[in-house]
């Protein structure tokens, strides 16, 4: 048990002790036990709770909170992800702390999760160590200064990498984080062990000790358990809430080289394992329309999850487990899939300004907006096919995406940088599109071309 636990455990104990002292005097067997004063209970209970925050407060004291990183954009209402949607009395805060506390490997503070539901119509999850119903990050492993203060996560600090439509399951997986709980954003307050700093990085190496592999997603309210694999077992956990909430915290296995460089393809090979390293921590997602299957959970840590549908319970993932359901199937779900409407024959002008810049071209695309984007379900988005050829990079395809409501009609300007490598030349073809959004990262998918242009690079 740790000090924490055993000092809760001593303070409750001194004061019951206080109020209710042990009687010497001889008690006959058919006396009823004296029920205790109502108002006694009272002073009871609030004892009980001084006692446990004084102890609290004995393990950690408390620092200033967490800010968005100045390299991040800042969200509004209606641009990036959005922010927390205000509550009201008669309808739930958008920020919901849930009934989760998962303990850590090491011990310490528990794990918990949090959701938070934005202006922009998105569904985010912040995780962190808990303290006090609190959700933040230990100052340690090169945050905060490694001055061991808990440092609460407010709501309005989101990442946006872990927000999602509500009407979507997605599963996550965080390697290689640090113990000091879920910073947002990409940025790293330590390397991963046996990692080569980049650009001239002054960070320190994480303790092999205090890196965790996190998994946790929203499965929706049909979804029962998850399984994962654990210590030379197969562990179930419950979910929770009417989105289907899980959490694992578990230790980070060995990282191999070899591994990441089969991942990463022949263009990284050339760099050797410590540098390979350095990419970690990662952040990977899945993500699908509620009610559709097979789900993947092949890179989420998740074996199975379970579902009951009705009178049908089901399961679906890499390895289904024996006696949890037949496998899960679209047909047996039942649920509406919610898709944006995208009017077919959306057309636009896209006029094209361009001005020569450091590496390559700066392009101001303009163009007059045939349809709203009303949240974040929808987005415009710009991709590009660079020249055929090996010193164009084989005619690459990249895009962004516009994340912000726009209003019909109204005039639309998207800067777009294109790179030019020694030796390209050739005619860069682009398209804007106009399509449903999954999340907060990825452009829109399965939308509509509403207008082509194209630039000659000399």
Not at 40 to 52: C, K, N
Not at 204 to 219: K, N, Q, S, W
């Amino acid at each position: 048990m740790s000090d924490f636990h055993e000092q809760v455990k001593g303070q409750l104990t001194d004061s019951a002790a206080v109020l209710f002292p042990p009687t010497t005097r001889p008690v006959k067997r058919e006396r009823r036990a004296r029920r205790m004063p109502p108002l006694a209970a009272i002073v009871a209970v609030g004892l009980l709770f001084a006692a446990a925050a004084f102890a609290a407060s004995q393990i950690i004291g408390v620092g200033a909170p967490v800010t968005a990183s100045s390299s991040q954009e800042r969200p509004t209402k209606t641009t990036g992800v959005g922010v927390p949607v205000a509550g009201s009395r008669r309808a739930a805060l958008s920020a919901q702390l849930l009934p989760i506390s998962v303990a850590d490997p090491a011990g310490g503070l528990p794990w918990g999760i949090r959701l938070v539901r934005t202006t922009r119509g998105l569904l985010c999850v912040q995780v962190g160590r808990l303290l006090d119903r609190r959700l933040g990050v230990l100052g340690q492993d090169g945050e905060f200064h490694n001055d061991g203060l808990f440092h609460e996560l407010p709501p309005g600090v989101l990442d946006p990498y872990t927000c999602s439509q509500p009407r979507d399951t997605v599963l996550y997986r965080s390697e290689g984080l640090a113990a000091t709980g879920a910073m947002p954003g990409p940025a790293r307050s330590c390397l991963y062990p046996g990692a080569s700093p980049e650009d001239g990085s002054r960070l320190p190496a994480c303790p092999a000790a205090d890196e965790r592999l996190l998994a946790f997603g929203l499965l929706g309210p049909d979804a029962l358990s998850v399984s994962y694999p654990a210590a030379h077992s197969v562990q179930t956990q419950r979910t929770t809430g009417s989105d289907g909430a899980y959490l694992l915290v578990l230790r980070q296995p060995p990282v191999h080289p070899r591994t990441l460089a089969a991942q990463a393809g022949p263009v990284r090979r050339r760099f050797t394992p410590a540098m390979l390293l350095n990419s970690f921590p990662t952040l990977g997602s899945t993500s699908s329309p509620m009610g559709r299957f097979p789900l993947e959970t092949g890179s989420a840590v998740i074996l199975a999850a379970q579902f009951r549908f009705g009178k049908h319970t089901c399961q679906s993932g890499s390895a289904i487990r024996p006696g949890g359901g037949s496998p899960c199937t679209s047909r047996i779900a039942r649920i509406p899939n919610f898709v944006p409407f995208i009017e077919p024959g959306l057309h636009a002008s896209v006029q094209v300004a361009s001005r020569p810049a450091s590496g390559g071209y700066e392009l101001e695309l303009t163009f007059r907006a045939p349809a709203s984007v009303l949240d974040a379900s929808t987005a415009y988005g710009v991709q590009l096919s660079m020249p055929a050829g090996s010193a164009c990079g084989h005619g690459g395809v990249s895009g962004q995406s516009l994340e912000r409501d726009i209003r019909r009609g109204e005039q639309v300007d998207i800067p777009v940088f294109i790179g030019r490598p020694a030796g390209c030349a050739g005619v860069v073809r682009g398209q804007v599109i106009y399509g449903r959004q999954p999340d907060g990262f990825t452009g829109p998918v399965g939308g509509e071309t509403i207008g082509r242009f194209s630039f000659n690079l000399p």
